[in-house]
Protein backbone atom coordinates (compact mmCIF):
# COMPACT_ATOMS: atom_id res chain seq x y z
CA UNK A 1 0.00 0.00 0.00
CA UNK A 2 0.87 3.27 0.15
CA UNK A 3 2.63 5.40 2.92
CA UNK A 4 4.29 8.42 2.80
CA UNK A 5 6.22 9.26 6.61
CA UNK A 6 8.12 12.17 7.45
CA UNK A 7 9.62 14.20 10.51
CA UNK A 8 7.40 16.54 12.30
CA UNK A 9 9.95 19.18 12.85
CA UNK A 10 12.95 20.71 11.49
CA UNK A 11 14.54 24.16 13.31
CA UNK A 12 17.70 25.93 11.17
CA UNK A 13 19.32 28.98 11.51
CA UNK A 14 19.00 31.63 8.92
CA UNK A 15 22.24 30.55 6.03
CA UNK A 16 22.69 27.20 6.84
CA UNK A 17 21.62 23.83 4.99
CA UNK A 18 18.09 22.48 5.68
CA UNK A 19 17.48 18.48 4.90
CA UNK A 20 13.68 17.42 5.32
CA UNK A 21 13.57 13.84 4.95
CA UNK A 22 10.57 11.70 3.64
CA UNK A 23 10.16 7.70 3.80
CA UNK A 24 7.96 5.83 1.00
CA UNK A 25 6.39 2.36 0.96
CA UNK A 26 5.39 1.60 -2.39
CA UNK A 27 8.06 0.48 -4.81
CA UNK A 28 5.75 1.07 -7.93
CA UNK A 29 6.03 5.08 -7.08
CA UNK A 30 7.27 6.87 -10.43
CA UNK A 31 7.56 10.52 -9.30
CA UNK A 32 8.41 11.82 -6.23
CA UNK A 33 7.42 15.46 -5.03
CA UNK A 34 7.98 18.30 -2.60
CA UNK A 35 5.48 21.09 -2.10
CA UNK A 36 5.71 24.13 0.24
CA UNK A 37 2.89 25.03 2.57
CA UNK A 38 2.85 28.34 3.85
CA UNK A 39 0.17 29.19 6.98
CA UNK A 40 -3.72 29.49 5.84
CA UNK A 41 -2.40 28.58 1.97
CA UNK A 42 -2.26 26.22 -0.71
CA UNK A 43 0.55 24.23 -1.75
CA UNK A 44 3.12 25.27 -4.11
CA UNK A 45 4.84 22.70 -6.06
CA UNK A 46 8.68 23.04 -5.53
CA UNK A 47 10.17 20.32 -7.16
CA UNK A 48 9.99 16.58 -8.40
CA UNK A 49 11.56 13.87 -9.41
CA UNK A 50 11.43 10.47 -11.44
CA UNK A 51 12.17 7.28 -9.88
CA UNK A 52 14.69 6.43 -11.86
CA UNK A 53 16.84 9.36 -10.90
CA UNK A 54 18.95 9.38 -8.01
CA UNK A 55 19.74 13.38 -7.74
CA UNK A 56 17.99 16.45 -9.20
CA UNK A 57 19.25 20.34 -8.73
CA UNK A 58 17.40 23.66 -9.06
CA UNK A 59 18.78 26.21 -7.62
CA UNK A 60 18.84 26.16 -3.82
CA UNK A 61 16.94 23.05 -3.88
CA UNK A 62 18.44 19.41 -3.93
CA UNK A 63 16.63 16.48 -4.42
CA UNK A 64 18.34 13.09 -3.75
CA UNK A 65 16.19 9.60 -3.81
CA UNK A 66 17.52 6.45 -2.65
CA UNK A 67 15.32 4.43 -4.49
CA UNK A 68 16.72 1.24 -2.56
CA UNK A 69 15.79 2.59 0.81
CA UNK A 70 12.84 4.26 -0.23
CA UNK A 71 13.99 7.49 0.80
CA UNK A 72 13.86 10.63 -0.44
CA UNK A 73 15.25 14.00 1.16
CA UNK A 74 15.18 17.87 0.30
CA UNK A 75 18.10 20.08 0.59
CA UNK A 76 17.57 24.09 0.72
CA UNK A 77 20.80 25.49 0.79
CA UNK A 78 21.21 29.13 2.73
CA UNK A 79 18.03 28.68 4.19
CA UNK A 80 15.99 31.95 4.23
CA UNK A 81 13.60 33.11 6.91
CA UNK A 82 11.11 32.98 3.89
CA UNK A 83 11.56 29.48 3.75
CA UNK A 84 9.59 28.76 6.88
CA UNK A 85 7.01 26.94 6.25
CA UNK A 86 5.51 23.05 6.45
CA UNK A 87 7.34 20.85 3.57
CA UNK A 88 5.03 17.37 2.27
CA UNK A 89 6.77 15.13 0.25
CA UNK A 90 4.24 13.04 -2.17
CA UNK A 91 4.29 10.18 -4.16
CA UNK A 92 2.62 9.64 -7.74
CA UNK A 93 2.15 5.90 -8.52
CA UNK A 94 1.62 4.00 -11.77
CA UNK A 95 -0.89 5.16 -13.99
CA UNK A 96 -2.86 6.75 -11.04
CA UNK A 97 -3.40 10.36 -11.00
CA UNK A 98 -3.46 10.76 -7.30
CA UNK A 99 -0.67 12.37 -4.86
CA UNK A 100 -0.36 10.17 -1.75
CA UNK A 101 0.68 13.12 0.99
CA UNK A 102 3.09 13.04 3.66
CA UNK A 103 2.16 14.57 7.08
CA UNK A 104 4.49 17.30 6.25
CA UNK A 105 7.83 18.86 8.10
CA UNK A 106 7.10 22.02 9.89
CA UNK A 107 10.59 23.77 8.79
CA UNK A 108 11.22 26.59 11.52
CA UNK A 109 14.10 29.48 10.70
CA UNK A 110 15.62 31.04 13.00
CA UNK A 111 18.08 34.27 13.23
CA UNK B 1 -2.29 32.48 -16.81
CA UNK B 2 -3.73 32.97 -13.06
CA UNK B 3 -3.07 30.13 -11.88
CA UNK B 4 -5.93 27.45 -9.61
CA UNK B 5 -8.72 29.88 -8.34
CA UNK B 6 -11.43 28.32 -5.48
CA UNK B 7 -14.12 29.97 -4.45
CA UNK B 8 -14.88 31.25 -1.59
CA UNK B 9 -12.03 30.52 0.39
CA UNK B 10 -13.99 30.71 3.78
CA UNK B 11 -17.56 28.92 4.86
CA UNK B 12 -18.92 28.71 7.89
CA UNK B 13 -21.82 26.27 8.10
CA UNK B 14 -24.06 24.62 10.43
CA UNK B 15 -24.39 20.73 10.70
CA UNK B 16 -27.14 19.35 8.50
CA UNK B 17 -26.69 22.08 5.70
CA UNK B 18 -25.37 21.95 2.16
CA UNK B 19 -22.21 23.33 0.88
CA UNK B 20 -20.88 24.06 -2.58
CA UNK B 21 -17.75 24.66 -3.35
CA UNK B 22 -16.61 26.09 -7.29
CA UNK B 23 -12.54 25.05 -8.91
CA UNK B 24 -11.17 27.02 -11.85
CA UNK B 25 -8.59 25.16 -13.33
CA UNK B 26 -5.08 26.69 -15.10
CA UNK B 27 -6.90 27.08 -18.53
CA UNK B 28 -6.08 24.40 -21.20
CA UNK B 29 -5.63 21.84 -18.04
CA UNK B 30 -7.62 18.78 -18.67
CA UNK B 31 -7.01 17.20 -15.76
CA UNK B 32 -8.95 18.10 -12.26
CA UNK B 33 -8.41 16.97 -8.40
CA UNK B 34 -9.82 17.89 -4.98
CA UNK B 35 -8.05 16.64 -1.98
CA UNK B 36 -9.60 17.33 1.86
CA UNK B 37 -6.84 18.22 4.10
CA UNK B 38 -7.44 18.40 8.03
CA UNK B 39 -5.37 19.96 10.67
CA UNK B 40 -1.75 18.86 11.15
CA UNK B 41 -2.13 16.51 8.00
CA UNK B 42 -1.47 16.20 4.71
CA UNK B 43 -3.67 16.40 1.46
CA UNK B 44 -5.95 13.35 1.29
CA UNK B 45 -7.23 12.59 -2.50
CA UNK B 46 -10.81 12.76 -3.23
CA UNK B 47 -11.45 12.32 -6.62
CA UNK B 48 -10.29 13.45 -10.30
CA UNK B 49 -11.73 14.23 -13.52
CA UNK B 50 -10.04 14.27 -17.14
CA UNK B 51 -12.14 16.63 -19.26
CA UNK B 52 -15.72 15.88 -17.98
CA UNK B 53 -15.19 12.17 -17.06
CA UNK B 54 -15.10 11.32 -13.03
CA UNK B 55 -12.54 8.62 -13.36
CA UNK B 56 -11.03 7.78 -10.11
CA UNK B 57 -13.28 8.63 -6.42
CA UNK B 58 -11.83 8.09 -2.72
CA UNK B 59 -13.74 5.91 -0.59
CA UNK B 60 -13.50 8.83 1.47
CA UNK B 61 -15.52 10.73 -0.63
CA UNK B 62 -19.37 8.87 1.05
CA UNK B 63 -22.43 9.65 -0.24
CA UNK B 64 -22.78 12.67 0.36
CA UNK B 65 -20.18 14.00 -1.52
CA UNK B 66 -20.98 14.89 -5.10
CA UNK B 67 -18.69 16.58 -7.92
CA UNK B 68 -18.80 17.78 -11.04
CA UNK B 69 -17.26 19.04 -13.95
CA UNK B 70 -19.98 19.17 -17.11
CA UNK B 71 -18.27 21.11 -19.50
CA UNK B 72 -14.77 20.08 -18.95
CA UNK B 73 -13.33 23.66 -17.12
CA UNK B 74 -14.24 24.71 -13.52
CA UNK B 75 -15.34 21.90 -11.36
CA UNK B 76 -17.84 21.72 -8.15
CA UNK B 77 -17.92 20.03 -4.94
CA UNK B 78 -21.13 19.79 -3.04
CA UNK B 79 -21.50 18.06 0.33
CA UNK B 80 -24.85 17.50 1.36
CA UNK B 81 -26.00 17.32 5.27
CA UNK B 82 -22.94 18.85 6.47
CA UNK B 83 -21.29 17.11 9.75
CA UNK B 84 -18.49 18.59 12.00
CA UNK B 85 -16.16 15.82 11.33
CA UNK B 86 -16.35 17.39 7.09
CA UNK B 87 -14.39 20.74 8.53
CA UNK B 88 -11.46 20.82 6.47
CA UNK B 89 -9.31 22.42 3.68
CA UNK B 90 -11.22 21.73 0.48
CA UNK B 91 -7.66 21.98 -1.98
CA UNK B 92 -8.67 21.59 -5.77
CA UNK B 93 -5.68 20.79 -8.28
CA UNK B 94 -4.91 20.60 -11.89
CA UNK B 95 -2.49 18.88 -14.32
CA UNK B 96 -2.38 18.37 -17.80
CA UNK B 97 -1.85 15.68 -20.34
CA UNK B 98 -1.92 18.08 -23.65
CA UNK B 99 0.77 20.40 -25.10
CA UNK B 100 4.35 20.24 -26.39
CA UNK B 101 5.82 18.06 -23.98
CA UNK B 102 2.70 15.93 -23.88
CA UNK B 103 1.91 14.31 -20.30
CA UNK B 104 2.66 16.39 -17.66
CA UNK B 105 3.09 15.27 -14.16
CA UNK B 106 2.74 18.47 -12.70
CA UNK B 107 -0.04 18.96 -10.41
CA UNK B 108 -0.70 22.60 -9.47
CA UNK B 109 -2.83 23.62 -6.29
CA UNK B 110 -5.23 26.52 -5.61
CA UNK B 111 -5.64 28.10 -2.48
CA UNK B 112 -8.33 26.24 -1.02
CA UNK B 113 -11.24 26.40 0.42
CA UNK B 114 -11.46 25.69 4.48
CA UNK B 115 -14.66 24.30 5.56
CA UNK B 116 -15.76 24.72 9.12
CA UNK B 117 -19.50 22.80 10.40
CA UNK B 118 -20.71 24.48 13.67
Known amino acids: GEDVEQSLFLSVREGDSSVINCTYTDSSSTYLYWYKQEPGAGLQLLTYIFSNMDMKQDQRLTVLLNKKDKHLSLRIADTQTGDSAIYFCAERTGTASKLTFGTGTRLQVTL | DTGVSQDPRHKITKRGQNVTFRCDPISEHNRLYWYRQTLGQGPEFLTYFQNEAQLEKSRLLSDRFSAERPKGSFSTLEIQRTEQGDSAMYLC????????????????FGPGTRLTVT
Open chain 2, 93 to 108: ASSSTRGDRGYSYEQY
